[in-house]
């Protein structure tokens, strides 16, 4: 059978309080008030699509062989280059093999919901596993309502064949230009039309034609659906539509609109992951995407586990309250701050080297000696022992899912970062090597010798002149162990 085999998940640390956003703009926009309560997941200034993307598919595919992925495709409609293959970083970020097939999706709200149906297809079809990805980190217009309702978020489905948590039943699309929203190539902000239409017009007549016609196609009838999971942001739709298909409105899922927002593409399949990590066997679920038309995919759980990571709820578990709205315009780029002659320096990238050395900078990828056992970053041609300077025994080493300890640590305030202060140090790994990185995710009290720590994929600097975006990995506080323990105390 073809179904789910994994599902993962990545949502930022921070969670901008809407309350704060609504009190800035008081004065100029009091209706807002009526979306102030929650919070919205917030990426910092060196998280975009292509690094929690990364990090989903890395919560996806924890404890499985990534040698397994035969594809990966990533969905969004925030890709940070217009010419540049999101997946292909994602894919070098994995350390997948270059045999692995990469595909960008992108131009629709639903292209989450799209990305995964052909991936079934795919797999259905003989392709091989294939890693479907979806992530968004949309710009809102300050003082507008996305500003409040979007959010920043990933998910990663892996589909197959064999003994799946899932098993894919059917699918049905339809393809309307119905245009609730949209975005020209050359703005920055969407353009969103009347929501009362929008919910009348599009999801309670267009949806519920999908939801009856993919029922019909898996010989289902509405009492037999489980669990209906629709991101609609307008509060009530989801309800209304499922009531439309004859689906009782208790069986709707939660969208998490409250303590997450709305992440646009990833919704659906962050809801999707959300759900399995609860569904019972047997349980048939109704994933349902919209934009210029409607997506339906229908699956039923088998009771296998698909989350292997920390899933949706472990990651919406490590989050920090962010209050100051300034501080989320100017890492969202909205605000120009005076940054100082310590920030007027060029960044420009030597594509060359990037390219040769791509499997050092994009995968941390270091070296292990076969004849001492060494282990060092980055991997050179002489071995760092001190007792056996061999030349040429250095075989690849993988760092990037090792676990690590703090060994130095400072909190440099003259130095220039977007966030200060700038937290880096040298980090030593759990089977040998070392390496002097930037902290992110720290507050003063995780940071001290002995401290457990990971890698994570971000963005190193941005080249500004150029635009070009420079990625490298980081180091956070290895929380997976404490929310795993927390979770289940709970």
Not at 58 to 67: P, V
């Amino acid at each position: 059978m073809v179904g789910i085999l994994a599902a993962g998940a990545y949502v930022p640390r921070m969670r901008l309080q809407r309350q704060a956003v609504v009190a800035a703009h008081a004065w100029f926009a009091p209706g807002l008030k009526a979306l102030g309560k929650g919070e919205r997941a917030m990426g910092n200034w060196d998280e975009d699509t292509i690094t929690m993307a990364v990090e989903a598919a890395r919560d996806c595919l924890t404890e499985l062989d990534r040698g397994r992925v035969a594809r990966i495709v990533l969905a969004s409609t925030s890709h940070p280059f217009a010419d540049r293959q999101s997946a292909g970083v994602a894919k070098e970020a994995l350390n997948l093999t270059d045999k692995v097939a990469a595909l960008d999706v992108s131009g629709s709200q639903r292209a989450g919901t799209s990305a995964l149906l052909q991936a079934l297809y795919a797999a259905n079809g003989g392709a091989g596993d294939v890693l479907c990805v979806t992530s968004q980190k949309r710009r809102a217009q300050p003082a507008s309502e996305l500003e409040l309702t979007t959010a920043d978020a990933a998910a990663a489905i892996l589909v197959g064949k064999g003994p799946v948590a899932a098993q894919f039943l059917c699918g049905h699309s339809l393809s309307i230009d119905f245009v609730d929203h949209f975005r020209a190539a050359d703005a920055e902000f969407d353009y969103n039309w009347e929501s009362r239409w929008v919910r009348d017009e599009g999801y309670a007549k267009i949806a519920p034609r999908a939801v009856k016609a993919a029922m019909t196609e898996g010989g289902l009838t509405p009492s037999q659906i489980d669990r209906f999971i629709m991101a609609a942001p307008v509060k009530g739709v989801n309800e209304t539509v499922a009531k439309a298909c004859g689906i009782s409105p208790d069986k709707v899922a939660d969208p998490l609109t409250g303590q997450l927002g709305d992440a646009g593409t990833a919704q659906p399949l962050i809801l999707l992951a959300h759900a399995l990590e609860t569904a019972r066997a047997g349980e048939v679920l109704a994933l349902v995407g919209f934009g210029q038309g409607c997506d339906v995919l229908i699956f039923r759980a088998t009771g296998q586990r698909a989350a292997r990571g920390l899933g949706v709820t472990g990651w919406l578990a490590r989050r920090k309250p962010e209050a100051n709205y300034v501080r989320y315009l100017t890492l969202a780029g909205h605000l120009d701050i005076e940054r100082g002659m310590r920030a007027e320096f060029d960044q420009k990238t030597a594509l060359t080297a990037l390219y040769r050395n791509r499997k050092a900078v994009m995968a941390l990828v270091g070296g292990r000696s076969t004849k001492t056992g060494a282990i060092q970053f980055p991997k050179t041609a002489i071995s760092v022992a001190n007792d056996d300077r061999t030349r040429g025994t250095q075989e690849d080493y993988p760092f990037a899912e090792r676990r690590a300890h703090i060994l130095t640590y400072t909190a440099d305030n003259l130095t220039y970062t977007p966030d200060p202060p700038c937290w880096y140090g040298a980090v030593e790994f759990e089977e040998g090597g070392r390496m002097t990185v930037e902290f992110v995710d720290v507050e003063p009290e995780h940071v001290q010798v002995g401290a457990p720590m990971r890698m994570m994929f971000r963005i190193k600097a941005v080249d500004e002149m150029r635009g070009f975006t420079k990625y490298f990995w980081k180091a956070v506080p290895d929380y997976r162990l404490a929310t795993a323990a927390q979770l289940t105390a709970k």
